[in-house]
């Protein structure tokens, strides 16, 4: 049965479970990761008014690190952008219009999101 283990892969692949080492980020490309989410998420935020929560997360995948940046609204279902940059990518650095244009997206979403839940039905609280 070991001769014919559907996990046991080629030699010189990377086998299951196991992270690929040319994936692998450098500390300085992970810092650089890690800045330029936040300010996404702080793009984000100033988009939006308050009640609307923004958070983050960097992850290692199978194929290599992820960044995710969502929003939840206050009411509806929260919005997310995730993506996975390469090494290369990183040390160019991701541009201001990138970084504003995910920001906007995910604002976008999330407000869509609040006038999908509320819908057109409101009642004035106050004249």
């Keep these: 049965m070991n001769g014919n283990n559907p996990y046991a892969g080629a030699p010189g692949v990377t086998g299951a479970g196991q992270a690929s080492a040319d ?3 450098t500390v300085d490309q992970m810092d ?7 300010g996404i998420v702080s793009r ?3 988009y939006l008014p308050e009640g609307f ?6 992850s290692t995948g199978a194929n290599g690190p992820l960044a995710t940046v969502a929003v939840h ?8 952008a995730g993506f996975s940059p390469d090494a ?3 040390d160019a650095g991701l541009t201001d219009e990138d970084r ?5 997206g995910l604002a976008a ?6 006038m999908s839940a509320v819908g057109d039905d409101l009642t004035p609280a106050a004249r």
Excluded: K, W, Y
């Excluded at 609204?73 to 997310?80: N, R, T, Y």
């Excluded at 979403?109 to 609040?114: E, G, K, L, P, R």
């Design 23 to 25: 994936r692998e980020l």
């Design 100 to 104: 504003n244009e995910v920001a906007r």
């Design 32 to 38: 650089a990761l890690r800045r330029a989410v936040a």
């Design 53 to 58: 929560a923004v958070g983050s997360e960097l």
């Design 73 to 80: 609204p206050p009411v509806g279902h929260p919005v997310s």
């Design 88 to 90: 290369d990518d990183l």
């Design 44 to 46: 984000t935020e100033s």
């Design 109 to 114: 979403s999330a407000a869509f999101q609040v």
